[in-house]
């Protein structure tokens, strides 16, 4: 920036020359020149820091469609998968790498995340109606007795995708929605403090094992489960923003001191073993209205806004990134708002299965699409601890003494990638990244500015398939790719980076990822339950689905030494701080005994929702004495 303490005034007094009144002269001359000068520097340094152009950069050989945004510098905001609503900008600086700008954002917005914890009991309940615009649930007592004895945070922002799944269902008829949930195929039974089941599919007897736990302090009712890798519910979105705004003329105003606590029913009624009959039965089913065919992406976007870029038929330039990186992660993982994600997952080029439905009903599942209307659990494979998604009992060593690598196995799942469909899924997408044997075009990569990369990349990337599913059209497939051998997790966990991509729906590795000492790097579309409790680049490195980042956070963390002797990149202090930032906190909010609690909470909430009395339901003891 120009200097502007001892200015150089373009005049000089004169007996020839009238002079000028200072403050004219300042206005005039000086202060114009002092703002040229500033933007003529800051457009400098935008041409050197900026990302490169969609020319520029590398991409997988093969692809046909460019669909790498064009970036404009920005001041970063990190934003968490649900925005935490906190403002962190950090001084403006091209000083310094954008993932150092991103990290130092990340780290103010979780303390501030932090400062959120409750105190006692009343501050959790004053915290909750402020945020939720009413009492808690009946439960909510003993609810939170339980998370103390359990040393689980309670930071009701950490709650969050609770209120946004079960926001249209205020919209509904209770009665209806017990009738549906009682006639679903699969579904977990709470009466009388018993959980039971009539299914024995293992996702169903581990959701059962965890809802075990708090079953004596549950009231009764009928939880529909869904099955299948992929979710099940699109409802139009003109339908479920009306069933939301339902609800949300329903909250009461707690930020006024004047507010007083109504009459409430602080209890949960008994239901009968049997909620419907034959006749019921056949009702509900009908209504349903299964759809087994057709493309999904045409499914998906009935969900999306008018508003959004999906419902606008328009593809504007992505403002999720910052000089090159993610910078928030909500609107990146955002289908309505990337209407090219069409061609770039499996969900939408070739799914295994589709059975879906517009009709909006309470049903529970592991994960979803933003357009998608189940309620989020705690995935059986995360609360499972099978060795093949966590590690088992291994972590890995720590940062100082693991490779110098990235790796990556799995099944090409995904999706069917027989013929040409492969180009259009995640999984192979990202294999073929890793494998390729030269980028194209010019690239800000040290490794290819030194004609290096394919060395390089050979040499840090450990990234391969250990099966193809590819039906009876495999030859495209084995055309470009080849199985290696398994590494269990453990052996994983040996190198730095662990990249971590969407499979069938989620990737069942996250958390085992997060609890490793290695540095997860995530590309999803997927919501789950805890992406109000992960903050990125504080606990772990966010990627976009199109990868075009990927070499470039590779070298950031891993380096790369020039044939000059110049080392470019290989951050270990920063690698090994967001590691072990993100294992520290997962081992904090991401614990079985976590998953209970979220789960708790979760069916308390669910069980006032589908009660007639629900608009006097609540926990109300911290008001007026009570």
Excluded at 353 to 377: D, H, M, V
Excluded at 479 to 487: E, I, L, R, Y
Aim: aromatic residues 12%; hydrophobic residues 35%.
């Amino acid at each position: 920036m120009a200097d502007d303490k001892e200015p150089i005034l373009p005049f000089m007094k004169s007996p020839m020359i009238r002079t000028r009144p200072l403050r004219f002269i300042l206005n005039r001359f000086v202060l114009p020149a002092v703002v040229l000068t500033v933007i003529f520097l800051y457009l400098g340094q935008i041409s050197y820091f900026v990302a490169p152009a969609a020319s520029d950069r590398h991409e997988p050989p093969g692809s046909s469609e460019k669909t790498s945004p064009v970036l404009e510098p920005h001041q970063p905001q990190v934003i968490s998968q649900q925005p935490l609503g906190l403002d962190n900008n950090p001084p403006f600086s091209y000083s310094k790498h954008p993932i150092e700008q991103l990290v130092e954002a990340a780290d103010q917005q979780f303390d501030a995340l932090l400062s959120k914890e409750a105190k006692n009991l009343a501050d959790a309940a004053n915290t909750y109606k402020l945020r939720r615009g009413r009492h808690p649930p009946p439960g909510f007592a003993a609810w939170y007795q339980y998370a103390v004895e359990h040393s689980s945070m309670v930071i009701e922002d950490l709650f969050d995708p609770i209120y946004d799944d079960l926001a249209p269902f205020w919209g509904l008829d209770p009665i209806r929605m017990r009738q549906d949930a009682s006639c679903f195929e699969m579904r977990l039974t709470v009466r009388n403090g018993n959980v039971s089941t009539a299914s024995d599919w293992f996702w169903t007897r581990i959701w059962k094992d965890m809802i075990k736990e708090i079953e004596h302090l549950l009231p009764d009712m009928d939880v529909a489960l869904n099955a299948m890798d992929e979710p099940r519910i699109v409802a139009p979105y003109e339908e479920v923003e009306r069933a939301r705004q339902v609800g949300m003329a329903n909250r009461v105003d707690f930020s006024n001191p004047k507010t007083k606590a109504e009459d409430m029913v602080n209890f949960f009624p008994r239901l009968p073993k049997n909620l419907v009959d034959d006749e019921d039965k056949k009702k509900v089913t009908s209504r349903m209205g299964w759809i087994r065919e057709g493309s999904y992406w045409d499914i998906t976007k009935a969900g999306c806004s008018p508003e959004s870029n999906v419902g606008k038929k328009t593809q504007q330039t992505p403002t999720y990134m910052y000089r090159g990186f993610v910078s928030n992660f909500s609107q990146a993982t955002s289908v309505c708002e990337n209407p090219a994600l069409y061609n770039t997952s499996g969900i939408f080029t070739h799914p295994l299965s589709i059975k879906t439905t517009q009709t909006l009903f309470p049903l529970f599942g592991g994960s979803k699409l933003e357009t998608n209307n189940e309620i989020r659990l705690p995935a059986p494979m995360y609360y499972d601890e099978n060795e093949n998604f966590s590690g088992g009992g291994e972590h890995g060593p720590e940062w100082e003494n693991k490779t110098n690598h990235a790796v990556w196995r799995g099944f090409a799942s995904g999706g069917l990638a027989g013929s040409d469909r492969w180009k259009g899924m995640q999984r192979h997408r990202f294999v073929q990244l890793n494998n390729a044997t030269a980028i194209p075009g010019p690239s800000r990569l040290a490794a290819v500015k030194d004609n290096h990369f394919d060395e390089w990349a050979e040499r840090v990337s450990n990234v391969h398939f250990t099966g193809l599913n590819c039906g009876d059209k495999c030859a495209s497939v084995h055309d470009h790719f080849q199985k290696a051998d398994k590494m269990t997790l453990a052996e994983q966990f040996e190198s730095k980076l662990l990249p971590d991509i969407d499979g069938n729906s989620f990737s069942g590795r996250y958390r085992g990822f997060l609890a490793s000492t290695s540095l997860p790097v995530k590309a999803t579309i997927w919501k789950e339950w805890h992406d109000s409790r992960l903050v990125p680049w504080k606990h772990f490195v966010p990627m976009s689905y199109w990868f075009e980042e990927w070499w470039d956070i590779v070298e950031y963390f891993l380096g790369y030494m020039t044939s000059s002797g110049v080392q470019v990149g290989g951050n270990d202090k920063m690698g090994k701080k967001i590691a072990t930032d993100g294992k520290e906190w997962a081992e904090k909010v991401l614990r079985k005994e976590d998953m209970v609690v979220y789960t708790f909470r979760l069916l308390l909430e669910y069980a006032r929702v589908t009660d007639a009395e629900r608009e006097k339901m609540g926990w109300a003891e911290d008001v007026d004495g009570r």
